[in-house]
């Protein structure tokens, strides 16, 4: 008797619930009865059963016919399902409930935050921007030089890591300034380099020093090295 019931209990199957839906559905303005309506029209359409009647979503639930009539008009104005036509094989139409409406707003909501969170990063990124500028150049930046900064990210359009990456070439180059500054990510921008290892290897070219270079003498005797840089406002 009790295998029998075990397999009776087996073979009513079980319904996937949306973790997604779960964690959002007080953000889609529904309430804790509208998502159980939900979870049975699933189970429903699981059991073959397309259009449920309000009087057998209410066998499901603890309220009314009525009110499971007035939830599912409610549902169909806030865009969570539709009804849609089908026609079967012996050509005959019906109606039927959908909740792509319904997969189609948490899809929204999940592209709105991420949209946000974007956004966040590109504020955060621009705020450290101006703060590794101030340190290096060892005190507050000076309104001209903060639209400056606002220029080169907005009309210009160059990332936060290139406009670091060029003070880092200005400070290597000792021009530190945001005319030398300007010059080399106009320089970068003209000859297509958008990435960081695009401006590395650019820079490297620049620094090889020449065969025929020789070393500077220093006053003891022995020969100090020098690193030669480019000069971005001589190109």
């Known amino acids: 008797m009790e295998k029998k019931k075990v397999a009776e209990w087996l073979a009513q199957g079980s319904i996937a619930v949306s973790k997604l839906l779960l964690d ?16 049975h029209m699933q189970s429903f359409f699981e059991a073959g059963v397309s259009f449920p009647t309000p009087a057998e979503l209410a066998e499901k639930m603890t309220i009314s016919a009525a009110e499971c009539m007035e939830m599912v008009r409610r549902l169909l104005q806030k865009g969570m399902i539709a009804i849609e036509e089908q026609t079967d094989e012996r ?27 974007g956004q966040a990063e590109e504020e955060k990124a621009e705020e450290s ?3 590794v500028f101030e340190q290096e150049f060892g005190r507050p930046l000076s309104p001209f030089e903060c639209e400056t900064l606002a220029m080169w990210i907005d009309q ?23 005319r030398y500054i300007d010059r080399i990510l106009f320089e970068w921008k003209k000859n297509g380099i958008r990435t960081i290892e695009q401006a590395q290897d650019y820079g490297k070219k ?30």
Do not use: M
């Open 91 to 117: 050509g005959i139409r019906s109606e039927k409930y959908t909740l792509e409406p319904l997969w189609e707003q948490l899809v929204h909501h999940l592209y709105t935050d991420a949209v946000r969170s």
């Open 129 to 131: 921007l101006y703060t």
């Open 24 to 39: 959002r559905y007080k953000q889609l303005g529904l309430d804790e009865r509208e998502l159980v309506l939900l979870l």
């Open 156 to 178: 210009d359009g160059h990332e936060p890591a290139i406009i670091k990456a060029a003070l880092r070439e200005a400070v290597l180059s000792g021009k530190l300034n945001f």
């Open 206 to 235: 620049f620094r090889k020093p020449k065969p025929s270079a020789r070393p500077a003498k220093q006053a003891t005797g022995e020969f100090q090295p020098t690193i030669p840089f480019f000069n971005w406002l001589d190109s």
